[in-house]
């Protein structure tokens, strides 16, 4: 075991710590339902994953007092030893459906069946985790769309169901939005939940045991609250309306019209020469300017990434830009548009074989 003892790759200064995953991941179907101490650990590894830099050969590892100190009350000093050895088993066991997804965020039919782990283990008070390869481009050097969760709100989720449910509904979260509603087939959220075939004829028991304990969980985080309908077909079933209110402080409510106002104004701007002036600072547009009468960047270019950024910003699965300034600059310098993979577009014009690393051994 030598070779894991500094494979762990902790974020730094990362306060509060958050869990990301790309989209498909999100989306991802379980083989089988996880416990609840499983699925806190599985979210509490990828929260002191870097998910923006490679993992060093896909390894992380934990001391026992680590562990017992973050996971209160998942884990138990006292019975460390049996407890730890059956969450990790059932770990290693369990495997993935992942999904291509469409811009809607919907399953368009292609997927793969992975493993999450190729080893848990537990040596010398350490427990250490080597994810498999056809995992990795989801959880580290992610470079497609993703969602963030911060940790807290999952350690606030005592059941499968309601972790599940919850990221869900965060998969479907728009800027600016403070109420969203989206469908789901009956049998594809019981698939989604890892119990399909069950609750069959019985959708109250259901509602008692699935729908309504998610509810009751989720809205006690400090970001979501939700309701669901039930959509009949005939006399059945078919899907549930999911309700989705965001729930955000006033500082965010504010700066997120802030810049949906701005968004409108660059839209309605006459050419991009008024576009860049309401994005770029007066020294930045002065600069770009200057390189646009050198002939050193073309109006096609310039007009490109303005587009880029705009669909970036309006576009969940893409992280904030902390200063819209300085990166519109780059973007134009460095021609993001034509380089950059991490839009929509782009990621279903790759070849999602190739996309997702798929090993056929």
């Known amino acids: ?17 958050w869990v990301v995953k790309r989209n498909e991941l999100i989306r991802a179907k379980f083989d089988q339902k996880l416990g609840v101490e499983a699925f806190q650990i599985f979210s509490f590894l990828l929260a002191h994953i870097n998910p923006y830099k490679p993992l060093p050969d896909n390894q992380i590892s934990f001391t026992r007092a680590e562990l017992c100190k973050a996971l209160k009350g998942v884990i138990d000093d ?16 369990t495997g993935l459906t992942l999904e291509k997804l469409s811009k809607s965020r919907e399953p368009t039919g292609e997927f793969i069946s992975i493993n999450i782990f190729e080893v848990a283990a537990l040596a010398s008070d350490r427990v250490y985790f080597k994810f498999t390869n ?44 403070e109420y969203f509603s989206f469908n789901i ?14 609750y069959n004829g019985r959708f109250d028991n259901f509602k008692k045991f699935v729908l309504e304990s998610s509810k009751q969980e989720i809205n006690k985080t400090d970001t979501l609250k939700i309701d669901y309908e039930p959509i009949k077909v005939g006399r059945k079933i078919a899907s ?24 409108e104004k660059i839209k309605d701007a006459l050419n991009w020469r008024e576009q860049l002036e309401l994005m770029l600072t007066p020294h930045d547009f002065k600069q ?10 073309l109006p096609s270019q310039i007009e490109a990434n303005i587009s880029y950024i705009l669909d970036r910003i309006e576009d969940p699965g893409c992280p904030r ?18 380089h950059k993979k991490n839009t929509v577009d782009e990621l279903l014009d790759v070849s999602w074989a190739n996309k997702i690393k798929f090993e056929l051994n």
């Open 288 to 297: 770009v300017i200057e390189l646009y009468d050198k002939s050193e960047v």
């Open 1 to 17: 075991m030598s070779k894991w003892a500094n494979s762990h790759l902790i974020k730094e200064d990362h306060n509060p710590l």
């Open 134 to 177: 056809s995992i990795a481009p989801y959880i580290s050097s992610i470079d497609a769309l993703f969602t963030k969760t911060e940790d807290k709100q999952i350690q606030k989720i005592r059941s499968f169901y309601g972790w599940r449910v919850y990221e869900l509904c965060k998969l479907y979260i728009r800027p600016g939005k």
């Open 240 to 263: 549930i309306n999911f309700h989705v209110w965001v729930k955000k402080s006033l500082k965010q409510i504010t700066e997120d019209n802030k810049l949906l106002e701005l968004i």
């Open 78 to 93: 006292s019975s460390f030893y049996k407890n730890t050895k059956k969450i990790l088993v059932e770990l290693r066991k």
């Open 185 to 198: 087939d009956l049998d594809e959220l019981k698939e989604y939940l890892a119990i399909a075939g069950k």
């Open 321 to 338: 830009i902390a200063n819209l300034s300085k990166y519109t600059k780059k973007a134009i310098v460095e021609n993001y548009a034509n």
